[in-house]
């Protein structure tokens, strides 16, 4: 998970993007105009800035000029500013979002920001649970449980989506791909023996009339 600076002047706005964000894992670091990104800078170490093009002092595009380092950026424009976008994207921003946009939206453009900047995680520890995601293996109490490739990739899902909400059609793609004409009981068949085999009744929550969401306590 990644360490993130939001840079937002308006006060609501910033704070509905950490929440999301630390919804989904990620830490975050809120500042509210331009001069007080370099302050951040100075005392941390981020994966990636949101920053507003908008902001009081200083603006966006310089605060992007003044980067000394290499960090992506996702710029946060005003709707129907083109200029602004291609602007941001020629001084080298990773992606932009248009405001105001939608925080499954954003969540999705931080989630492929990161994948193309950041190595993702290879190891998911919960309790006596280890998941590698390089060899695919699971662990419980240091010995190897035996998943099929479905119950694995389901497990995957589930933990880089942790603590959202996932529909069983949702599952049932990413698991078994866009062709599989099972049906999505199929879904809670697997759940079922995913819980079973790793103790995490309490672990994946089944979410009413959706499907199911891991649940990691922070
Ligand atoms: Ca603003």
Redesign the pocket.
Known sequence: MAKILIV???VA?NHLIRKNLELVGHTCVCVFDGDAVFDALDKEVFDLILL?????GMDGFQVMKGLGQKIPVIF?T?RGATSDRIKGLNLGADDYLVKPFDMLELQARVTSVLRRTQKQDVMFKLGEVEVDFNSRLVYLNDEIIDFTPQEFSLIEILIKNRNIALSRERLLEGAWGFDYLGDTRTVDVHIHGIRKKLGWEDVIKTVYKLGYRLEVKK
């Open positions: 937002e002047d308006e706005i507003d093009v908008m902001l009081p946060l005003a």
